[in-house]
């Protein structure tokens, strides 16, 4: 079965940090592309991180772009994101994804990230 779990939501203050996990199993994760995507309340989902098979091709949400760090670590079967100066408008649901060419995506179930003072 495969599952990709997310950990290390929660409750930050604006300029505080936080590392999101992903665990991924029931799957080749060492050969898929992963990103991370988050969904504010009342808005769509959006793109924040992707990183290649490799774990040498990475790309942003300007957004984000130099504030988080994604990372990936095959050996484990996982996924991270290193999220620091959060502001407020990171507050959302954050979710692990592996994207495929042959089927549906896999998703996480996502964690709740809330950025407030």
């Known amino acids: 079965e495969v599952q990709l779990a997310e950990s290390g939501g929660g409750m930050v203050q604006p300029g505080g940090s936080l590392r999101l996990s992903c665990a991924a199993s029931?799957?080749?994760?060492?050969?898929?592309?992963m990103r991370w995507l988050r969904q504010a309340p009342g808005k769509e989902r959006e793109f924040v991180a992707a990183i290649d098979w490799t774990g040498s091709r990475i790309n942003y949400a300007d957004s984000v772009k130099g504030r988080f760090t994604i990372s990936r670590d095959n050996a484990n079967n996982m996924m991270s994101l290193q999220m620091n100066m959060m502001q407020p408008e990171d507050t959302a649901v954050y979710y692990c994804n592996a994207p495929r060419n042959n089927g549906p995506d896999y998703w996480g179930q996502g964690t709740q990230v809330t950025v407030s003072s």
């Open positions: 029931g799957f080749a994760f060492s050969n898929y592309d």
